[in-house]
C-alpha cells in the first residue's frame, strides 16, 4: 500500500500522472514554473497561476540510495532504491524514485525522462530512468 494524501494543491499532478503526463505549475504575472509550495519558490502567494505540462526531461541533481523502506509499506520489499532530486527543463525540482539497471552508473547531472510506474490501481507515480 502507497500511502497518498490527495489534497486541493495536488490532485492536478497525480491525477495528470494517471494519464502520463507531469504536471507542474506556472506563475500567470512572471511565467515562472514551480511545484506545489508557493512558499519556496519566486512566485508570490497572491500571483494567479496554471498548471502545464512538463518536458519530462531533467538532470539528477541530487540522490542517495536508500537501503531502508520508507514512505509506505510499498518499499517495503523494494530495498534498495534511489531516491532522486530531479532538476526538470523547466528549472523546477522534483523529488522521485530514480530507476537503473546499475546504481554506478547514476552520477550528478545524469540526464533523466520521466517514467510512470503503476504503484497501485489508483496511483500511478512519475519516476525517472536514466537516458
Known amino acids: 500500500m502507497f500511502n497518498l494524501i490527495l489534497d486541493k ?78 532538476l526538470l527543463e523547466e528549472g523546477v525540482r522534483i523529488t522521485s524514485n530514480i530507476i537503473a539497471n546499475n546504481f554506478n552508473d547514476i552520477q550528478i547531472g545524469s540526464k533523466v525522462l520521466v517514467e510512470y510506474v503503476k504503484l497501485e490501481e489508483s496511483i500511478i507515480f512519475p519516476c525517472f530512468k536514466l537516458i
Request: charged share 25%; glycine share 10%; hydrophobic share 30%.
Open 9 to 86: 494543491d495536488s490532485r492536478v499532478f497525480w491525477d495528470g500522472a494517471k494519464k502520463n503526463k507531469l504536471m507542474i505549475q506556472k506563475c500567470k504575472d512572471t511565467g515562472i514554473y514551480f511545484l506545489y509550495s508557493r512558499g519556496h519558490s519566486k512566485v508570490s502567494a497572491d500571483s494567479e497561476y496554471e498548471w502545464v505540462e512538463a518536458s519530462g526531461k531533467g538532470n539528477v541533481y541530487s540522490f542517495t540510495i536508500s537501503h531502508i523502506p520508507g514512505g509506505s509499506k510499498y518499499y517495503l520489499d523494494k530495498t534498495p532504491y534511489v531516491i532522486g532530486s530531479i
